[in-house]
């Protein structure tokens, strides 16, 4: 058994469990202000590590790993049009079929999430939905749900597929937490019952975990070397694909939206982090391979 993939899995799962209560823990303090401004600046930030993990990581690992199995495909680039494809899948099932539903941090201080949480009872009495209505939300809840978890299990294939694991982890783990903190934000707008929503949580957390043991399981079980890294190489690059939608689509581009930006100061944190963490993502590299090159000479 891979017991630093295992740690990495469980660490994945409660990080995700974590960041999906941080909507119900900011209701608890007393600056909300101050408190949501510096989870959003962390939450953008972040970007810079998944963006850097999806490139130096997944898309450069996979590449190398699909040129090393010896299947050339006639010169097509395969492993590019698998990215390329991925992404595109993605931004389908996210901005065409589902309905735009990604917010920031903010939206858990207001008016009408802190009525519902607490008074769902009396909320349910005064907002009577039609059968129609009511399936209509459940269906966006569903679909909503479905589309994150399939990135969510995308990036637990690129976990499950790498030969290191721990820049792939970090990657993940520096945005998973945000992921579901937005998600349960944007379900509590539509699911009045909480233990609805922590039912919801942990089934979306699940989905990462689930990922990297697939990935792992159908590796290990491949006996021809050549084909084991085509697959290896196949499942980076799909994931690649998911970690550059993430971070350019769902986390940059929103981001940087005028309703995004009530803070001047704030909007060039945000951009500067996210900066300076994507360089320091791509220098790992350096430190990767002067391990290498240590343990060849040793």
């Known amino acids: 058994m891979d017991w630093a993939l295992f740690g990495y899995v469980i660490a994945t799962f409660f990080i995700s469990v974590i960041g999906g209560l941080i909507p119900f823990l900011i209701k608890l303090v007393k600056n909300k202000t101050i408190a949501i401004r510096v989870i959003n600046i962390a939450s953008v930030a972040a970007s810079g590590l998944f963006l850097g993990g999806g490139i130096y990581h997944m898309l450069a690992e996979g590449l190398e790993m699909m040129e090393e199995s010896g299947y050339s495909f006639g010169g097509y680039p395969l492993g590019w049009t698998l990215f390329g494809v991925t992404f595109f899948l993605i931004f389908f099932v996210d901005r065409v079929i589902v309905p735009h539903s990604h917010g ?28 129609a209505d009511t399936f209509q939300e459940w269906t966006t809840i569903v679909v909503l749900v ?86 290896q190489g196949v499942f980076c690059c799909i994931a690649a694909g998911s970690f550059f939608f993430v971070a350019i689509v769902e986390i940059l581009s929103e981001a940087f939206e005028e309703h ?39």
Not at 108 to 131: A, F, G, I, W
Not at 169 to 189: E, Q, V
């Open 104 to 131: 920031s941090f903010e939206d858990s201080d207001s008016e009408e999430d802190n009525y519902t949480l607490l008074h769902d009872d009396e909320h349910h009495s005064h907002h009577r939905h039609t059968v």
């Open 146 to 231: 479905v589309a994150l978890s399939i990135h969510s299990f995308l990036e637990g294939l690129g976990l499950g597929s790498a030969n290191k694991y721990l820049m792939v982890f970090i990657a993940i783990a520096a945005h998973k937490w945000a992921d579901s903190g937005l998600t349960i934000i944007y379900l509590m707008k539509k699911v009045k019952q909480w233990w609805v929503l922590l039912i919801i949580l942990i089934v979306f957390s699940s989905f990462t975990p689930l990922g990297a043991i697939i990935g792992k399981f159908v590796i290990a079980s491949l006996d021809d070397e050549s084909v084991s890294l085509l697959v």
């Open 260 to 298: 995004n930006n009530k803070y001047v100061l704030d909007k060039y944190l945000k951009f500067g982090l996210a900066f300076v963490l994507f360089i320091l993502m791509s220098l790992t590299i350096l430190l990767e391979g002067e391990e290498g090159e240590s343990s060849i000479s040793e």
